[in-house]
């Protein structure tokens, strides 16, 4: 019994680092340094990173990586405890059991390594999850500094509803509104003072200072406009 609830758990746990590192890229992390920040998470290792930067930076990857290490203590000493167990009770049968664990885990790393199946999990798992993804993180939009009545900076993070989306700053033409770009994470990057060519795309957080109307008015729509009104109040 202890060694089917030990590879129950050890496979869900596999499980949560292949659908968080799917929500991770799709809030615009690359996958492959996504999994390493959630097995750092799991594992409690610690790396201090520039994408760990970017994790802690972004309101929904912090909530996931928070979520994470809570998961990750009881799960540590769930294992440990429930191995100790094997080996306690089962003692004679140990052979056979390192060799179902060394099982499992070269399953899980053939599957891991399958083009096909890790293709249709990722459609799957984004298919999922993208629209409550798009409900909650792409309506973010908070008011970092009120400097004067007309002037604020703002952080917000650009949806693909948005005129702005696939057009570059130039393109954009937000200075004419004076409206002025500060900062944008695109998740893999962080761009202090974005140039008149950069692509603004799906899932950006930017950072801009400008007027308040044209904020309100070029960035959000309706929906957005009324909530921000009532945080700035």
């Known amino acids: 019994m202890s060694l089917i609830l030990f590879l129950v758990l050890f496979c869900t746990l596999w499980l949560m680092i292949e659908v968080f590192s799917i929500v991770f890229k799709m809030t615009g992390l690359e996958l492959s340094k996504s999994r390493f920040q959630i097995i750092s998470i799991l594992t409690h290792t610690g790396f201090t990173t520039r994408e760990s930067e970017l994790v802690v930076q972004h309101p929904l990857r912090r909530r996931i990586a928070s979520l994470l290490m809570i ?96 057009k570059t700053l130039r393109q954009a033409r937000l200075k004419d509104s004076f409206i002025q770009v500060l900062k944008i994470d695109k998740g893999h990057k962080v761009i202090d003072f974005p140039t008149a060519d950069t692509v603004l795309t799906e899932g950006d957080r930017m950072v801009v200072y400008g007027r308040i109307d044209s904020i309100l008015k070029i960035i959000m729509n309706k929906s957005k406009k009324s909530k921000t009104e009532k945080r700035v109040s």
């Open 71 to 166: 998961i990750s203590y009881v799960a540590q000493a769930s294992l440990i405890t429930l191995l100790l167990d094997m080996f306690y009770i089962n003692s004679e049968g140990l052979v056979s059991t390192l060799i179902i664990i060394g099982a499992t885990l070269l399953f899980i790393i053939i599957v891991s390594r399958n083009k096909y199946f890790t293709g249709r999990f990722d459609r799957l798992t984004e298919k999922l999850i993208g629209k409550s993804m798009k409900k909650t993180d792409g309506s973010h939009v908070d008011q970092i500094l009120n400097l004067s009545p007309n002037f604020s900076i703002y952080e917000f993070v650009l949806d693909a509803s948005s005129p702005m989306c696939n």
